[in-house]
Antibody
Framework: QVQLQESGPGLVKPSETLSLTCGVS?????????WAWIRQSPERGLEWIGSVHHSGYTSYNPSFKSRVTVSIDTSRSHFSLTLTSVAAADTAVYYC???????????WGQGTLVTVSS | QSALTQPPSASGSPGQSISISCTGT?????????VSWYQQHPGKAPKLIIY???KRPSGVPDRFSASKSGNTASLTVFGLQAEDEADYYCTSYATTHYVFGTGTKVTVL
């Protein structure tokens, strides 16, 4: 079955860069879906961060301005998130998610907690 | 962009029905039929239960029903069951991005 698995550091220092990868199995990452990063914190709730398509198309939440990059590696069946200049407010559970053409998030990874602290 | 507005809480006894509203704007819910709903149990990832305003993915009980009118979407749970106790979130597409609701905690009394 379709599985998404986040991986990356659980602790990042303020002002540094957060990098996460999502491995996709049981499904072709090159199919006609978008692949998204979504985060959740008690303070900010659920937030869509950005999405990527295997064609290379990307879209981002304007709230993150130029801090975020989402990329995809179809040969390795994974996609990645990079968030620069992190602060305590970026502490959250980060989910990688498959997105249907109808803009619904139908498959979620288990989530990974990232804490921003010195 | 602002979050969609949901009531913080809703509750009902087993067998009863509850409804949750999700209020947006003409830039999101009012324009797009890309409203979806998610159920989240503690410590778990959200689960898609409604997409494209009213459609249910395979495996989601037909006790879950949803609709939209103007800038407001609604989710109704008929015949409430103990396992329906969870947080519920709406989301809408909004021209190149997505906006989530503030979340509603459903308690089964």
């Amino acid at each position: 079955q379709v599985q998404l698995q986040e991986s990356g550091p659980g602790l990042v220092k303020p002002s540094e860069t957060l990098s996460l990868t999502c491995g996709v199995s049981g499904f072709s990452i090159s199919s006609n879906y978008y692949w998204a990063w979504i985060r959740q914190s008690p303070e900010r709730g659920l937030e869509w961060i950005g999405s990527v398509h295997h064609s290379g198309y990307t879209s981002y939440n304007p709230s993150f301005k130029s801090r975020v990059t989402v990329s995809i590696d179809t040969s390795r069946s994974h996609f990645s998130l990079t968030l620069t200049s992190v602060a305590a407010a970026d502490t959250a559970v980060y989910y990688c998610v498959r997105t249907m053409q109808s803009a619904a998030f139908d498959m979620w990874g288990q989530g990974t907690l990232v804490t921003v602290s010195s | 962009q602002s979050a969609l507005t949901q009531p913080p809480s809703a509750s009902g006894s087993p067998g009863q029905s509850i409804s949750i509203s999700c209020t947006g704007t003409s830039r999101d819910i009012g324009t797009y039929n890309y409203v979806s709903w998610y159920q989240q149990h503690p410590g778990k990832a959200p689960k898609l239960i409604i997409y494209e305003v009213y459609k249910r993915p395979s495996g989601v009980p037909d006790r879950f029903s949803a609709s939209k009118s103007g800038n407001t979407a609604s989710l109704t749970v008929f015949g409430l069951q103990a396992e329906d106790e969870a947080d519920y979130y709406c989301t809408s597409y909004a021209t190149t991005h997505y906006v989530f609701g503030t979340g509603t905690k459903v308690t089964v009394l």
